[in-house]
Structure formats: C-alpha cells, structure tokens
T-cell receptor, first 116, second 110 residues
Framework: GAVVSQHPSRVICKSGTSVKIECRSL??????MFWYRQFPKKSLMLMAT?????????EQGVEKDKFLINHASLTLSTLTVTSAHPEDSSFYIC????????????FGQGTRLTVV | QQPVQSPQAVILREGEDAVINCSSS?????VHWYRQKHGEAPVFLMI?????EQKGHDKISASFNEKKQQSSLYLTASQLSYSGTYFC???????????FGGGTRVLVKP
C-alpha cells in the first residue's frame, strides 16, 4: 500500500510556542490530505481538509488561526499549532488520499504533542 | 454526521467470532474499515461501495446494506492479532471526506 510519512512522531513544547507537523505522501500524489485529532480512547475527529494549492477547509469549531495548514505540493501538507497551550496536547494524525481514484485513505504514523 | 458503531467493546477468546456494526442516518456512497493498535495510526482493512457488496480479507469480511445504510464487519476465528480498535469511516459522496464512528475496542484473549 501507499506510504504516508508524518514527522515528528513525538514532540514536547512549552506553552506559547508553535509546533509544525509534516505529512508527506511518499509514493503517490495526494490531491487531498486530511488532518485529524484523536483524544485517548476516542475517535478520529476531522479538523480540516487540505487541498493542494488552495486554502484548507476547516471543520466547525476548529480555529483556523490556531491550526495553520499549508498544502504547497502534491506530496506535502503541514499543520502548525500556533501559540500552543496544554489543552492542545493530543495525538494528531494526517491522512492522504487520491480523490481522483477514490481509493482508501492512507494514514501517517501520528504525532503525539505534549504542551507543558 | 458521525456514524454509530456497536458494540463499543467486545472481548473474545481466540477462535471465536464477532460482528461489528456501523450505521448511518444518511445515505452513503462508501464505508471504509480501519483497525488501530494503541499508539499507532489506523491501518486500512477494506472499502465497500454502495450497491450492497461484500468483501473479505483473510478471515475478516464485511458487508454493506445500502437499504439500511449499515455496514457490518465480521471477525471469524479471531486471532490474537485482531485485537485493537476498529473504526468505520463513511463517505456520503464520491470524493468526499470520511467521517469516523466512535470505534469498537476488540480484545482477543488466548
């Protein structure tokens, strides 16, 4: 199956700082990437849909100024958590999908963010 | 709208069978099934498109009842490796976003 690489896998940062998470599709062109947030023992909550070369579409209740998403190429999307606070601590997962082929979504390894 | 999964959790002995259901109140185009181990990313199992198809992968199979907007995942002769949380993701139209259910935690004991 296709490979999606997410980096870093773990990050600890201080309150008030920003953290950037990268999501790369390694062997296919991902026209669309999705960013999810997952709390312990909970489901995957979609934060935003990222389309290459255009602005991301955020789900209701997700602050777009806090969670900046950039999808500059068909293989790279980034999520930047700005001015992080302890309540932003969570497991963030990206997924990539070739929407033209309507195939399954491939997930990155996830990033465990801890804000202290 | 989030699909509803049932049961929330199930404990099995190795070799036993289980069924996980995923229901939607809206018409669906497809249903995707994933399994997630603790601390890891979800792993794709299978995708079912509208039309009421069935699919199988080893001893894990699934069906999609378009009339009921319900999909079922069947774990047959369960193995220890089947343990994890199973999520269904539903798509309301081709090329649309996936919305995931609350998950079903499966524990297979020796």
């Amino acid at each position: 199956g296709a490979v999606v690489s997410q980096h870093p896998s773990r990050v600890i940062c201080k309150s008030g700082t920003s953290v950037k998470i990268e999501c790369r599709s390694l062997d296919f062109q991902a026209t669309t990437m999705f960013w999810y947030r997952q709390f312990p023992k909970k489901s995957l909550m979609l934060m935003a849909t990222s389309n290459e070369g255009s602005k991301a579409t955020y789900e209701q209740g997700v602050e777009k100024d806090k969670f900046l998403i950039n999808h500059a190429s068909l293989t790279l999307s980034t999520l930047t958590v700005t001015s992080a606070h302890p309540e932003d601590s969570s497991f963030y997962i990206c997924s990539a999908r070739d929407m033209a082929m309507n195939t399954e979504a491939f997930f990155g390894q996830g990033t465990r963010l801890t804000v202290v | 709208q989030q699909p509803v999964q049932s049961p929330q959790a199930v404990i099995l002995r190795e070799g036993e069978d289980a069924v996980i259901n995923c229901s939607s109140s809206k018409a669906l185009y497809s249903v995707h099934w994933y399994r997630q181990k603790h601390g890891e990313a979800p792993v794709f199992l299978m995708i079912l498109l509208k039309g009421g198809e069935q699919k199988g992968h080893d001893k894990i199979s699934a069906s999609f009842n378009e009339k009921k907007q319900q999909s079922s995942l069947y774990l047959t002769a369960s193995q220890l490796s089947y343990s994890g949380t199973y999520f269904c993701g539903t798509e309301r139209a081709a090329g649309n976003k996936l919305t995931f259910g609350g998950g079903t935690r499966v524990l297979v004991k020796p």
